[in-house]
């Protein structure tokens, strides 16, 4: 309720700087369709299951069995890194710093904006997590579609390495109807040095087309499986859509690589998720696991707690947020056009 009108809000602003001769570069969302944290930060929601499934995975002597853990990891976040609010977008050069309860440390920098890329960092005594996430998406007129680009890194200390990557987010009913979100396309988790993958796909049973008019189902089933794959078929796959990724996810989801299944898993992503009929996930009693991230005691000056804007958005104070989050983005584009001078003259100089 609290964001309805908001793109009427924005239409109105967008027809007043018009209307005084000024462009809409400047425009602004309100603040109060925004949580008071940064998505830098937002993105530790990721490692909220990290030693409960990591530590099983790190002690598994099975390539299968970490495959296993891994992907219950990516999958027990996801319920918790959706929300109705939307996180600020980060500065160029922010940084966030924290520690979960059992000791983790958590190290992420904002280091592109135009794409906005941030870089993860985590640390822990038995394993390490590590990559970057590329925020892109479709914006539609009554609906918001996205992605969540780039692999991620599990490392353990016995030096193997498995990738993973984040489902993408559809989201409608921002001007009519009513507000909906699911999750589309699937995780992604594999092994590559011992050829091993899980997939798991969500809206598995979702109907489409013509279908969808005749028949209901349930957005929330997800369904996949862990098998040994063809490498040469995965990078294939890879380098065919190297420049569009939600396209490449799409295709893996549909398993092209598969050489033989190991185990099914299926569920549902707001219930409990089986491999082959036994218990990897259930949101009930997963969340005593649940670890909370804490501020460092020193951080670097760029922490983006420092921010006035989420600041104030904190202390409910709605005009001042709104104040400083203008303030900050004009210096972004003030300190982003003198890059690009810099740039020119550089290469006039050539």
């Not at 299926?266 to 997963?286: H, Y």
């Not at 020193?298 to 983006?304: E, F």
């Not at 303030?327 to 050539?350: V, Y």
Request: net charge neutral.
């Amino acid at each position: 309720d609290k964001q309805k009108g908001v793109l009427t809000s924005v239409l109105k602003d967008a027809a007043s700087k018009l209307m005084d001769g000024k462009g809409i570069v400047g425009l602004s969302l309100p603040v109060r369709i925004f949580e008071p944290r940064s998505s830098i930060e937002r993105i530790c929601d990721l490692f909220l299951y990290s030693n409960h499934y990591l530590t099983r995975a790190a002690a598994a002597d099975e390539p299968v069995e970490r495959v296993k853990y891994v992907l219950g990891f990516v999958l027990a976040a996801m319920p918790h890194a959706i929300s109705q609010y939307k996180p600020f977008n980060p500065l160029l050069g922010e940084t966030f710093q924290a520690t979960l309860q059992d000791g983790t440390t958590i190290e992420c920098e904002h280091t592109s904006h135009h794409p906005p890329i941030t870089n993860y960092y985590v640390v822990n005594k038995l394993f390490k997590i590590y990559g970057n996430l590329t925020i892109n998406g479709e914006i539609h007129v009554n609906s918001i579609n996205a992605f969540n680009e780039g692999w991620g890194t599990v490392e353990f200390n016995d030096g193997s390495k498995i990738k993973f990557c984040l489902p993408n987010l559809y989201a409608w009913g921002f001007v009519m109807g009513s507000r909906g979100l699911q999750y589309t396309a699937p995780i992604v988790v594999f092994d590559e040095k011992n050829e091993v993958k899980a997939v798991l796909k969500y809206s598995a049973d979702v109907k489409t087309g013509l279908t969808s008019y005749f028949a209901s189902s349930r957005s929330d089933v997800v369904r996949g499986a862990i098998f040994k794959y063809d490498k040469a078929k995965h990078n294939s796959v890879c380098q065919k859509y190297s420049e569009k990724w939600f396209n490449m996810i799409k295709e893996l989801g549909e398993m092209p690589d598969s050489i033989k299944v190991i185990h099914k898993v299926e569920g549902s992503w707001l219930r409990e998720i089986r491999v082959d009929g036994e218990l990897l996930w259930d949101l009930n009693t997963e969340l005593k696991h649940m670890q909370q991230h804490f501020f460092v005691e020193n951080p670097l000056p760029s922490d983006c707690r420092f921010r006035e804007d989420l600041i104030w958005l904190a202390h409910k104070n709605e005009e001042l947020a709104q104040h400083w989050k203008i303030k900050l983005e004009e210096q972004q584009r003030f300190d982003r056009a003198l890059r690009k001078k810099a740039k020119e003259e550089k290469e006039a100089a050539k």
